[in-house]
């Protein structure tokens, strides 16, 4: 009678180990699943953030070569002015001095 109790509790802990070992198996698959799931959810999510991130350096180094290519535009136009101005300046000065002389004030 107790060697029998003794088979039936040991086969009953067998199949519970067996059990146990089936569902240990089934639930780290499905933890190693998840975290390979999070894991790619993760990666691209990076990947998206660097290609974003290339993307506005290439855009930013753009802006910065198109306000370079201004910046060197409105500075030759600011030497024209000057260029210009110190032209009609002096032309001026020219016909203030002719004028006084014409004048006789000189």
């Excluded at 519970?16 to 089936?22: E, G, L, P, S, Y």
């Excluded at 500075?75 to 210009?84: D, R, S």
């Amino acid at each position: 009678m107790v060697k029998q109790r003794y088979e039936v509790l040991a086969r009953e802990y067998n199949d519970q180990n067996k059990q146990f070992d089936i569902r240990h198996t089934q639930i780290t698959k499905e933890e190693r699943d998840k975290r390979v799931t999070i894991q790619k959810g993760f990666d691209d999510h990076l990947s998206g953030i660097k290609t974003q991130l290339d993307e506005e350096e290439v855009k930013n180094k753009e802006a910065i070569d198109e306000i370079d290519r201004e910046n060197a535009d409105l500075a030759g136009k600011y030497e024209e002015l000057k260029k210009e101005i110190d032209d009609k300046s002096g032309q001026m000065t020219a016909q203030l001095v002719e004028k006084k002389k014409t004048a006789g004030e000189i």
